[in-house]
């Protein structure tokens, strides 16, 4: 988002911003993991669950990376910019 756009935004919509990304990232690192069991119960294995666990937590934290480096580089732009 263009930082002339943040400006603009009142607190909560910031908020609610940052609610979503919260939950997009528990959701990215619980989802698999959820349907890594239901394919053990369905096909009778014991290791998706774990897999999908592996998978979610892994896609998970490279999400939550991105994002930091995302917020640096806007903090940076705005403070060269001020």
């Known amino acids: 988002m263009p930082p ?5 935004r009142s ?3 910031i908020g609610y911003e940052w609610v979503s990304r919260v939950t997009t990232v528990c ?4 989802l698999p993991g959820i349907g890594g069991q239901w394919l053990d119960e369905r096909w009778g294995t ?4 774990l897999l999908g666990l592996v998978i979610g937590v892994t896609v998970g934290i490279t ?3 991105a994002m930091t480096k ?7 732009d705005k403070n060269s910019q001020d």
């Open 46 to 49: 014991n290791y998706l669950t």
């Open 11 to 13: 607190p909560a919509a």
């Open 27 to 30: 959701l990215e690192m619980v």
């Open 70 to 76: 995302q917020a640096e580089r806007s903090k940076k």
């Open 63 to 65: 999400h939550l990376l």
């Open 4 to 8: 002339d756009d943040q400006n603009k």
